[in-house]
C-alpha cells in the first residue's frame, strides 16, 4: 500500500525533523529511510519542513525530492553528538521556517554488541546519541516551539525486547518513554504534546543492514507476512503531530504489525 500521498491536514505547520536525511549511493530498488519518508509526506501534507541530518548533502537530497514535488523545505546540517550543533540547528530551523511547531526526533546509532562485548565508549556513544541528545533537542526547542505543538520520538521495540541482544540499544530506545513524558509534562502548560513511535521490523536500508548483520532478525514468521515499510511510519507520525491528535499524549505507539503483541503470520501447511 503506498501511504505516500495525503490530503493537506499539515497546512501551515511548521516541522522540524531531525534525522531526516537519507545517505549514500542509493541504489534504484533502495526503500524509504523513516526520516526521509517522514519528510516527504509532511511536505506533502501541506507543512513546511526543516530537514536536518548530519550530513548536509543527505539533508539536500531529501530537500530536493520535496521540491520536485511541489512541496516547501530546508536543508540544516548538524551533528546532535555536538551541543553547539543543537541549539544552531534550532536556531536555523526557526528562521528558516518563521517558527517551530512541531519536532520530530529520529536519529539514532547502533553497535550492536551484545552485554559482553560492550565497552564504556560504545556504551556512552549509543546514549550520547540515542538519549541524551534527545534530551537536549528537546530542552532546546521547546521554549521555542509554539502553542499547541507537538513532538515525537522515533522508538523501537527493543525497548521492551532483549532478543536482539543489543543492552546499548535498547536500554537507550527504553529511555525515550520516560523522556517523552517528562516532555509532555514540561508542555502540558503550552498544549504542547509529546508521543512516541515504537517501531518493529520496518523494511528501511537501515533495516536491511541490520538484517545483513544479524540473519535470524527475519527468520521469524512477521505480522502480515511482512516487514512494515517507511511510509506507514511516517502516517503515523503524521497523525501525531495533525490536529487530529489533539488529545493523544505521552503515549507509546507501536507502529509493528502486532510484533510487540505476540501477533504473527502463521505459517502455511
Keep these: 500500500m503506498?501511504?505516500?500521498?495525503?490530503?493537506?491536514?499539515l497546512a501551515g505547520k511548521r516541522i522540524l525533523v531531525v534525522g531526516g536525511g537519507q545517505g549514500g549511493d542509493e541504489q534504484m530498488d533502495e526503500p524509504a529511510g523513516n526520516g526521509r519518508a517522514a519528510c516527504c509526506l509532511l511536505a506533502r501534507e501541506g507543512a513546511h519542513v526543516?530537514?536536518?541530518?548530519?550530513?548536509?548533502?543527505?539533508a539536500q537530497r531529501t530537500v530536493a525530492r520535496?521540491?520536485?514535488?511541489?512541496?516547501?523545505?530546508a536543508a540544516i546540517e548538524a551533528d546532535v553528538s555536538r551541543t553547539a550543533d543543537i541549539h544552531a540547528m534550532i536556531d536555523q530551523a526557526v528562521e528558516a521556517l518563521g517558527g517551530l511547531d512541531a519536532l520530530v526526533l529520529n536519529v539514532g546509532i547502533s553497535?550492536?554488541?551484545?552485554?559482553?562485548?560492550?565497552?564504556?565508549?560504545?556504551?556512552?556513544?549509543?546514549l550520547g546519541i540515542n538519549l541524551k541528545a534527545h534530551m537536549?533537542?528537546?530542552?532546546?526547542?521547546?521554549p521555542r516551539m509554539t502553542e499547541g505543538g507537538a513532538i515525537v520520538f522515533v522508538s523501537s521495540v527493543a525497548a521492551r525486547r532483549p532478543n536482539?541482544?543489543?543492552?546499548?540499544y535498547e536500554v537507550s530506545k527504553a529511555g525515550l518513554g520516560a523522556l517523552c513524558r517528562a516532555a509532555a509534562l514540561e508542555g502540558q502548560p503550552s498544549g504542547i504534546r509529546a508521543n512516541v513511535v515504537m517501531l518493529g521490523l520496518i523494511d528501511t536500508p537501515m533495516g536491511r543492514a541490520a538484517s545483513a548483520a544479524r540473519p535470524d532478525r527475519t527468520s521469524a514468521p512477521l505480522p502480515f507476512g511482512r516487514q512494515g515499510t517507511a511510509w506507514e511510519v511516517a502516517a503515523a507520525i503524521r497523525f501525531l503531530v495533525?490536529?487530529?491528535?489533539?488529545?493523544?499524549?505521552?503515549?507509546?505507539?507501536?507502529?509493528?504489525g502486532g510484533l510487540s503483541a505476540g501477533i504473527q503470520l502463521a505459517p502455511r501447511a
Design 242 to 256: 495533525s490536529d487530529e491528535s489533539r488529545y493523544v499524549n505521552a503515549i507509546e505507539l507501536p507502529v509493528d
Design 2 to 9: 503506498d501511504l505516500s500521498r495525503h490530503g493537506g491536514t
Design 136 to 142: 537536549l533537542c528537546v530542552q532546546v526547542a521547546l
Design 66 to 73: 520535496i521540491a520536485a514535488d511541489g512541496g516547501r523545505a
Design 50 to 58: 526543516a530537514c536536518a541530518d548530519r550530513s548536509g548533502a543527505a
Design 111 to 126: 553497535h550492536r554488541l551484545p552485554l559482553a562485548r560492550l565497552t564504556e565508549e560504545s556504551w556512552d556513544a549509543v
Design 164 to 168: 536482539g541482544r543489543n543492552p546499548a
